[in-house]
């Protein structure tokens, strides 16, 4: 099997000769006659030029081949391969890569398994983020929580930014928080997943996932672009870290907002992810608060869906993008609101009641029109916040 | 202490704006009166806007400060912080990190470190790179190592793309060069440094490390951005890992090519790696192969060499350079040829042997205009090469 990438060079580049370079300065390079006795299998190492396509407006599009023996069947070696050295080459981007079935992970859970733990099948699931995002102690969060899971919430996860602070240690976090996902078991039968995050050097992030899940943790976030594929890898390998891992985009615009440089969100975001073992991902929503189209955000969906990888659009997510977010995604989605829930103008519990009525409301067939919609959470949300 | 961080922004955006959005954003975000009880923690967890500078042709560039508590200590969490969620935002590139001195770590080797270990404290020092890339086996690798290592070379490292293949397994590749290493020192007293590469998921990549270093490795090699800066994190900080680590800049353009996003190289391959552990970091040579900034090569360098990192241009690099390269870094450098040794006319040993004669021309004073140069390696390489 093959790994293709498209890479997409603006007007001003000869795509035709890039295309050269890369099958051969990205995979074996260049030999003479003293490795003769090698030929066949530095040959079996080169990448290949597939295709070139010219633009009306100058640039150009190639797709190139790789072997798949080049790489270790995961996200960090491919991405050495297929743009280490050649990310620094000039204006190039790649928009495309396509990867054998059995490449890298799948998710331990994904969207069937999170379903499955959470015994709900029919409809979105609705996520929250604790806010502020520093500076709240273990009990804090241990009280929102309180709130929010008994409205009825399904997950909620830390603020990517919030690491293992004195101010609220991951472990602290997570015992204030299992007593309230403990009672709320009780009280309703109602499994809520709390995705603690992951930091620390890659060791003991390790070594915190294994205690934290051994703590009761049921679900964990990671920030995969700024610790790294490698680490997600290992956590997603372990038999032991046997919990949803929800992966946050943070850093992706770095690697994914230039126009002719860099790596697509669709890449990055949908096919890379798909692959990587996370169960679940985060990325801007296109009517959110983040620029963000709505074709690439389209292909991080189907990317992810297709390797049964949940789905989670965020940032600027309220309740009034209910009927968008259901006519882009269906019932396979996880709206995940930070503000949106949390800022409610009657509190968080407010804000998870807010969801579920635009939820029924929309089930029901009823407009979202301000003026049809009776008093109550979702008019107050949609009062504040407006529709898409 | 605080950390400062320099953002600018293109024409058409308003930096002021955006940098009340980061200051705020990127740290505890808003609260309302239910946090009152913890609104001083809160207060002392935001960033704050140092200044703001608009240039005559409208870009802008903003400085904020953030609180070192809100981080641990480290790159990941740092460049979550500072530019996470905030990277999706739009057009922004950040330029200038500026960290408190025991902000992360310094190398356990570095310059005056690997120095130590070659017994070499009077000149650049001269680093080959096995080629081909992919394909070689183990006993290959072994040859071409008897070759440069017998002609004076004092480092060498595995292409970045070799991973842990079946074509030539990584502690196979060790076990035939370190045979190589030894007779070298038993038959010339000289230590040569061989930076194996490293690879994996994170928990086998830091086994593998531990594994090589028992076997007698005594340089590594990491990708840390396609690995991720966590994974350089628990290596660094491991006392059995007590061997330099060689950091390779695989993928830095796809976060610092770009003009308007992502961040700098001289943040990312200076400042970054400077606080990383890494001993000696590879980039690109303004004169070299790759296109690259004469301005941003000479940050690097000097961000590195603040904290006794070595620098190593790279890319490119042959023996007609050894002039401009002594001009721009003096005696601490690493020299780091690919093909400017390998596929010197006359061989690898050729290859090694015409940086030294370049070395003792450029010594004695003496000019490398073609004309002027006596038949020999030194004359070869520039025959093929040509100079800066």
Chains 1, 2 share one sequence.
């Not at 580049?13 to 299998?41: L, M, N, P, S, Y």
């Not at 640039?59 to 995961?74: G, H, K, L, M």
């Not at 379903?115 to 979105?124: A, H, S």
């Not at 890898?233 to 943070?250: C, Q, S, T, Y």
Request: hydrophobic residues 45%; proline residues 5%.
């Amino acid at each position: 099997m093959t790994i293709e990438v498209d890479y997409r060079f603006p007007p001003g580049v000869d795509g035709e000769q890039q295309a050269k370079i890369i099958a051969i300065g990205q995979t074996a390079g260049t030999w003479d006659a003293r490795f003769a006795h090698r030929e066949e299998v530095l040959r079996s190492h080169l990448g290949k030029v597939v295709k070139g396509l010219m633009e009306t407006d100058g640039s150009s599009t190639v797709t190139i081949s790789f072997p798949e023996a080049n790489v270790e069947n995961d996200i960090s070696s491919l991405l050495t391969m297929i743009f280490g050295k050649y990310s620094m080459a000039g204006a190039a981007k790649v928009i495309a890569v396509r990867l054998p079935e059995d490449y890298g992970r799948r998710p331990q859970f994904g969207i069937t398994g999170i379903r499955e733990q959470l015994g709900i099948f029919d409809r979105p699931l609705i996520m929250a983020i604790f806010k502020p995002a520093l500076g709240l102690s273990a009990e804090d969060h241990g009280a929102i929580l309180r709130e929010v899971a008994s409205a009825g919430l399904d997950i909620i996860k830390d603020d990517e930014i919030l690491g293992d602070l004195e101010v609220a240690p991951t472990l602290k976090r997570l015992e204030a928080c299992r007593q309230v996902l403990d009672e709320v078991k009780q009280q309703t039968g109602r499994t809520v997943l709390y995705a603690v995050n992951l930091t620390g050097a890659a060791d003991q992030l390790i070594e915190k996932a294994h205690l934290l899940v051994k703590e009761g943790a049921n679900a964990l976030l990671l920030n995969v672009l700024t610790y790294g594929f490698s680490v997600l890898d290992a956590l997603a390998a372990n038999p032991e870290i046997n919990v949803p891992i929800f992966v946050h985009p943070a850093f992706a615009g770095a690697l994914c907002a230039a126009p002719n440089h860099g790596m697509a969100y669709s890449v990055v975001l949908g096919t890379l992810m798909a692959h990587s073992g996370a169960d679940a991902v985060l990325y801007p929503a296109h009517y959110g608060s983040l620029p963000f189209e709505a074709a690439e955000e389209a292909k991080i969906r189907d990317n992810l869906r297709s390797r049964n990888v949940f789905p989670v659009p965020s940032a600027g997510i309220h309740p009034g993008i209910v009927p968008q977010a259901l006519a882009d995604y269906g019932q396979d989605v996880i709206l995940n609101a930070g503000t949106g829930i949390m800022d409610h103008p009657d509190g968080p519990a407010a804000g998870v009641k807010a969801f579920f009525e635009a939820l029924e409301r929309l089930n029901q067939g009823k407009s979202f029109a301000l003026e049809t919609v009776p008093d109550g959470f979702l008019r107050r949300a949609l009062e504040k916040w407006g529709k898409v």
